[in-house]
């Protein structure tokens, strides 16, 4: 009796002395927490079993963690990246106010006239720049023109083809009333941005954003040197046969959908514009860069919000902004949590697959922003 008794002080003076780490069995490192993601999307596209491409980017602040790519590709293949294309509207918006060329709250007919061609428009208050650039400007999806090149057109031509869709557009709510996803909204928005610098939007982009970060693998139109590194898009799937002819056309058939889907990329590219949207460059004032994390729509939804192009998601744990893209044959997702700063961008060449891109780097960055 007296040995158990010496050996149970014993063990209880050995247990004070020695440190116990925190969740020592289950605390993932920052490096564990990334290989696990990692290994993870190597066996989705893997299980997707249809010789897709995928590539991915981690970063951290300014550093990049990790850059990967899957599927007979390398780090210089171009994806598309859809609608995260609004996210560079609502940018160069930003840039143009910082620049004193515009105030958000501008009417858009100051600048763009045709917009009063609208149906409807006379009911309401004049739409201003930042309901286009929130999606509360009340306007329907998409045009309900039948013109096929309102939606099919020519890349070079979609100006006009976007000012024969307005006459065709409606409301669907009140200007500033509510968030109701508009992709014709953000074209418009780009041909007002470029009215009101007196310079084409595709050019413009370049000129503020694409130059200044050495985006140099990024356009809206794939220049015929480059197009061996373009990722052939693959539409349809999961079940239905899948189509190369849709992708391959709206290399250069697009109609109207530049500003809001328009822009091609690499991983690598994308980092830059993150780190930039983050605060990592010269391109935005501290508190530009706040107003693009700021929720700026009238919404009733508890967690889920947007800005000038960018979605906004918050909870206790995190607050995470980005947007996702898809169009015919590529889908994409960008997404980085403003106070931790770490950022993940996924781009793959099909629009389906074990990889929810929203889900799964929401969860990555809550266990990034875990650690310390």
């Given at each position: ?314 909870d206790q744990e995190i607050n995470t902004v980005g947007h996702g893209g ?47």
């Amino acid at each position: 009796m007296k040995r158990i008794l010496l050996f149970t002080i014993a063990l209880i003076i050995f247990s004070c002395n020695t440190p116990i780490k925190e969740n020592q069995n289950t605390k993932q490192t920052k490096n564990e927490i990334v290989e696990h993601f990692i290994q993870l999307v190597k066996s989705d596209v893997k299980d997707d079993n249809i010789k897709g491409s995928f590539s991915l980017a981690i970063i951290h602040k300014d550093s990049i963690l990790a850059l990967k790519s899957y599927g007979n590709i390398d780090l210089n293949t171009i994806f598309r990246i859809g609608s995260i294309s609004k996210s560079f509207a609502g940018f160069l918006m930003m840039q143009l106010q910082q620049d004193g060329k515009l105030n958000i709250n501008d009417p858009v007919e100051k600048y763009l006239p045709e917009i009063t061609s609208l149906v409807g428009y006379d009911k309401y208050p004049p739409i201003t720049l930042k309901q286009l650039a929130t999606h509360t400007s009340g306007l329907d999806r998409e045009s309900r023109s039948r013109d096929e090149n309102v939606r099919f057109g020519k890349i070079n031509e979609w100006e006009n083809n976007l000012i024969k869709a307005i006459p065709e557009t409606s409301f669907r709510s009140k200007p500033g009333e509510r968030f109701g996803y508009s992709n014709i909204g953000f074209a418009i928005l780009g041909l007002t941005l470029s009215k009101i610098a007196d310079k084409p939007y595709v050019e413009l982009v370049k000129e503020k954003i694409f130059r200044p970060l050495e985006m140099n693998n990024t356009y809206f139109q794939v220049p015929e040197n480059q197009k061996e590194n373009l990722v052939k898009g693959m539409a349809g799937g999961p079940t239905a046969e899948l189509n190369y002819e849709i992708p391959k056309r709206e290399l250069n058939e697009v109609g109207y959908r530049v500003p809001n889907g328009g822009i091609y990329s690499t991983p690598r590219d994308m980092v830059k514009f993150m780190k930039a949207c983050m605060g990592y460059s010269a391109l935005l004032s501290e508190s530009s860069i706040e107003m693009l994390q700021t929720t700026q729509t009238p919404t009733t939804r508890l967690r889920s919000n947007y800005s000038f192009g960018f979605n906004l998601y918050s909870d206790q744990e995190i607050n995470t902004v980005g947007h996702g893209g898809s169009n015919a044959g590529y889908s994409a997702h960008f997404e980085y949590e403003k106070n931790s700063k770490y950022g993940v961008i996924l781009m793959r060449n099909y629009n389906f697959g074990n990889t929810n891109l929203d889900l799964r780097s929401n969860s990555l960055l809550r266990k990034l922003s875990e650690v310390k």
